[in-house]
Nanobody, 118 residues
């Protein structure tokens, strides 16, 4: 069994910041790419950022320049990926999901709610 658990969401004012964490556990041999997605009400789930097992990041155009200030990072020893989100806007309000791609397949977490509002 593989578990993926996100944390770090919450309510933040516009211009604020949050750091999301995603920890994977269970029978995991190797984790390749770790990605963050988000889904706003009434919209499709979209990719936010990803990072390879070699530490190479990539970002969606919608967050480039804001989230890249501190960015996506991972701790392979802890099977954890982080997403530092800066300069948050109300449009960033969504449920943020973590996805990991492993030797045993792809796994999703339950999501963590991020609400940007004054």
């Amino acid at each position: 069994q593989v578990q993926v658990v996100e944390s770090g969401g919450g309510l933040v004012q516009p211009g604020g910041f949050l750091r999301l964490s995603c920890a994977a556990s269970g029978t995991i041999f190797s984790i390749y790419t770790m990605r963050w997605y988000r889904q706003a009400p009434g919209k499709q789930r979209e990719l936010v950022a990803g990072i390879t097992d070699g530490g190479i990041p990539n970002y969606a155009d919608s967050v480039k320049g804001r989230f890249t200030i501190s960015t996506i990072s991972r701790d392979n020893a802890k099977s954890t990926v982080y997403l530092q989100m800066n300069s948050l806007k109300p449009d960033d309000t969504a449920v943020y999901y973590c996805n990991i791609y492993t030797t045993r397949g792809s796994y999703w977490g339950q999501g963590t709610q991020v609400t940007v509002s004054s």
